[in-house]
């Protein structure tokens, strides 16, 4: 029996979208590549780029069961979603596997994932699901029900892991996509008085009580990475180094140093686009923020032309992660930012992070190819 393939589906599938997160991959693909290079020709080279290859693949499997289903099917079930990512969360907690000093991974037979990784997307579906069931504008009253479980249990929960660039990520879109469904003028300035009077102290309490010692050193490195140059200023410098050698054209693709020779630290995960930026330089750099500005723009135009408030909540939400992530990844690269080891999407190398993503990036394409009354 030959399987039936909807001319509809062939022909409004936002191709586009899909050609430019191939091309950011790619791009990420070869930067791995050149950034894992042995130091000499006789000794062997990683295979950190066929990994990232073989989760492409699978990445673009799932996207294409993502896109299959409708996209109102995952809202119907935000609630399982979130639930199993809570408890992922919490498990990760008591039986993860610690590395760099996070407890951020689950192993299960010889594979590691991290879980908040699946979450943020999780997380995403029921924060848009349960905002489109709210009138706007959002009261004191409804924002207060919906606080302890939508962000203060899954913040504590990645915070305590710690994984503070996620739980920044997901903090951010709460308050974004609360914004984009509509405040009440009592509640905006209900939140202006307590961050005013209560911002110190909470301040005081997340620096002593949740951040470890190395978070605290990131955060000083950035206000002075010349206060220890050779110690918590050392990734930031040598970053702004990688960069700034790049100068207008680059040092050429396979001709940089700083990652091969060892001095950028997590050339081809954190760090990759500093890695980037000294081979291709500054044109490169622009050709890079283009691909990734259009990819952008296409999510918001998919937000706009949604059909239904979820849909529309839902791609507002994927478009402020993926745009945060850029943001301050490369903001971080460039030491305009704190190191919170924030991965730039499709580029940095990481299994679990390339499947959410492409997703991610699913979803999008779902909502727009069922933007017409006649895919209900």
Known sequence: MKMQIDRRHVQNFDWLLLGLVLLAS????????????????SAHHSSFYIKQLAWMFIGLIAMGAVVKIDYRQFGRAAGIFYAIGILLLVFVLGMGKMGLGAQRWISIGGISFQPSEVFRLA???????????????????????????????????????????????????????????????????????????????????????????????????FMDPQADPAGIGYNITQSKIAIGSGMVLGKGYMKGTQGPLRFLPENHTDFIFSGFAEEWGFAGCLVLLAIYLAFLLR????????????????????????????????????????VVGIPLPFMSYGGTAVFSNYIAVGLLINIRLRRFELFY
């Open 123 to 221: 997380y995403i579906i029921m924060l848009a699901r349960y905002l489109s069931f709210l009138k706007p504008p959002i009261g004191v009253r409804d924002f207060l029900k919906m606080l302890p479980l939508l962000a203060l249990l899954p913040f504590g929960l990645l915070v305590k892991q710690p994984d503070l660039g996620t739980a920044t990520t997901m903090g951010m879109v709460f308050l974004f996509l609360c914004i984009a469904r509509g405040m009440s003028k009592k509640l905006i300035t209900a939140l202006l008085i307590f961050g005013l009077v209560s911002g110190p102290f909470l301040f005081d309490i997340i620096w002593h009580g949740f951040l470890k010692g190395y978070q605290r050193d990131r955060i000083v490195a």
């Open 299 to 338: 999510a918001l135009d998919t937000a706009r032309h949604a059909k239904d408030d979820f849909g529309a909540l839902l791609a507002l939400g994927l478009t402020f992660m993926f745009a945060f992530y850029i943001f301050f990844n490369i903001g971080m690269a460039m030491g305009m930012l704190p």
């Open 26 to 41: 790619l791009i990420g693909v070869i930067t791995i590549f050149s950034a894992t290079r042995p130091l000499t020709g």
